[in-house]
């Protein structure tokens, strides 16, 4: 599906905009987002298709069966590992398989009282090594100082400081994998391009250049989640996974945090498997040959590739949209609450009073036209509301029914829907 900007008429009403689910980039659509995580095809987050910054609030657990068909090569060493909002535990393994945890626990606002810039005294000498330049991290890089400090200069607590630094980089950086594109923090600065090796390096970049400690995390996407080689079996062609790069930031108080420069800040979705992250020897087995700078369908992708199959042996999750932010304003992310929220949100199940529907469309009326929100999975999820909402439930098979929803500022309120099957 995808954003639709052409008038569709449906009775009295016009319809201008009409929203769904894409795997890239779409404009800022101030009142509505509606969680990929509680999609079929849940993983990994994107957020292209949603109106600026969507806050997020649950867990999720999955469980992942990975298996070789040959023992000789073997699958990569995957580390147990854990941070405030990430846990990935290796349940158990031998010579054909690995089983695999992996938590999201987004339940309780990332709640750093730390104020920026960041007192000395809160930074241990032990971190101060995820302070300075490295390679391809150039700290000390003028131009990289001097957005940095324009970027925050509106901050007043490090939460604040760190989500603006995120902001900046998924609205101004254009993803670019060429094998012609430079990946250091300097060359994308200055190119605005970057695979996610170029948006983890700027990012860490900023961040230390106005004392935030950050440090590069190197992973994995499984197969079926839009990243690595194509690969053609029977005529259809699917992605076999492959390497992938995000950064953690150190918060006070609270301690370490993923963010993915390209789609969430304080968390990343389960579909991220860690392998290693530089500056701390979590997985000493690690396999560091794995090269990021390469295009996906050459060799190199890893044995973490290479004749391993996945299956996700159990999944359990409870999240919700719960507000929504305007920054950054065209290329939108996901994030943890950081602070009060901000607008009104309404959810609910939609039934036939017996069972839940699946599929359907909410329409949000402004006037004589509104903008269509499909639901999927029996529930509705109006965000970024405030005051009182005219809305028309729809869904094939079912009278429309129109239903007026008031929203107040800071406040999540559940309405549950029931709608009438056409014919009676």
């Known amino acids: 599906m995808f954003i639709d900007k052409t008038t569709v008429t449906s009775g009295r009403w016009s ?9 890239h980039y779409s404009k800022f659509i101030l009142l509505f987002v509606f969680f990929v995580l509680l999609t079929p095809e849940p993983w990994p987050l994107t957020p292209e298709v949603h109106a600026a910054t969507t806050v997020l609030r649950g867990k999720i657990k999955v469980v992942y069966d990975l298996i070789t068909d040959n023992p000789s090569v073997g699958i990569e060493a995957i580390p147990s590992y854990s941070n405030a909002t990430f846990s990935q535990k290796v349940i158990s393994e031998d010579d054909f398989s690995k089983r695999v945890q992996v938590i999201i626990d987004i339940s309780k606002p990332l709640d750093s009282k730390t104020p920026f810039p960041v007192p000395a005294s809160a930074i241990s000498k032990e971190l101060k ?17 001097k957005a940095a400090k324009e970027i925050t200069a509106k901050a007043r607590t490090l939460v604040e400081a760190h989500s603006a630094i995120a902001d900046w980089v998924r609205e101004q950086l254009t993803y670019d994998v060429s094998s012609g594109v430079k990946q250091d923090a300097s ?26 400690p ?32 995000w950064y953690e930031t150190y918060f006070p108080g609270i301690g370490w945090a993923f963010s993915d420069g390209e789609s969430s800040k304080n968390f990343v979705d389960p579909a991220h498997l860690v392998r290693y992250i530089d500056g701390i020897d979590i997985n000493p087995k690690a396999d560091k040959a794995g090269s990021l700078d390469f295009i996906a369908e050459e060799e190199g992708v890893g044995k973490l590739n290479a004749h391993v199959t996945y299956t996700v042996a159990s999944e359990e999750k409870d999240t919700r949209p719960i507000d929504q932010l305007p920054s950054p304003p065209t290329n939108p992310l996901f994030a943890v609450q950081i602070g009060p929220i901000e607008y009104g949100t309404t959810w609910g199940t939609v039934t036939d009073g017996k069972q839940s529907i699946d599929k359907g469309e909410v329409i949000l009326w402004k006037g004589t036209k509104g903008t269509v929100l499909p639901f999927e999975g029996g529930e509705y999820y109006l965000v970024g509301l405030e005051g009182e909402q005219e809305v028309t439930f729809r869904a094939k098979g079912f009278k429309d ?23 009676e």
């Open 15 to 23: 319809v201008v905009s009409r929203v769904g689910f894409a795997h």
């Open 187 to 212: 060359s994308v600065i200055r190119t605005k391009r970057g695979s996610c090796v170029g948006h983890t390096n700027l990012s860490i970049a900023l961040l230390r250049s106005v004392g935030i």
């Open 129 to 145: 090594k995820f302070l300075g330049p490295e390679k391809k991290i150039q700290v000390d890089d003028p131009e990289i100082r």
């Open 401 to 423: 029914l129109d239903k007026k929803i008031k929203a107040a500022k800071g406040e999540i309120e559940r309405v549950d829907v029931v709608l009438e099957p056409k014919g």
């Open 214 to 245: 950050a440090r590069y995390a190197h992973g994995y996407l499984p197969p079926g989640f839009g990243w690595g080689a194509t690969e053609e079996f029977w005529g259809v062609k699917i992605t076999r996974g492959g390497y992938h790069a």
